[in-house]
Nanobody
């Protein structure tokens, strides 16, 4: 079974940056679209970004567009989420997730599409 492990979370001041990593084991990520989701206490989980299996297509939630960048390095079996200009409202547990697909040029951010999930990493943006 595909296993995903997030890392890179922590405490940063508003305006700061973090880079989250999602490392896969057991299987290569070559055939998986990858998404990042987040959940703040008392709120529903929301989609943040996704990247197609080829890395050629990405999607972002409106709230993070222009500030966050998703990328992947299939040779390292790792997906990244670079988060810049962080705001307090970005505070949440961030999860990476994956679904297998033969469609290499697109991805979906809807969480119902994803079959495999990491354990999450905490991101706290506070002064």
């Amino acid at each position: 079974q595909l296993q995903l492990v997030e890392s890179g979370g922590g405490l940063v001041q508003p305006g700061g940056s973090l880079r989250l990593s999602c490392a896969a084991s057991a299987f290569t990520l070559d055939y998986y679209a990858i998404g990042w989701f987040r959940q703040a206490p008392g709120k529903e989980r929301e989609g943040v970004s996704c990247i197609s299996s080829s890395g050629g297509s990405t999607n972002y939630a409106h709230s993070v567009k222009g500030r966050f960048t998703i990328s992947r390095d299939n040779a390292k079996n790792t997906v990244y989420l670079q988060m810049n200009s962080l705001k307090p409202e970005d505070t949440a547990v961030y999860y990476c997730a994956a679904y297998i697909t033969t469609v290499q040029h697109m991805c979906l951010i809807w969480e119902g599409e994803y079959d495999y999930w990491g354990q999450g990493t905490q991101v706290t943006v506070s002064s």
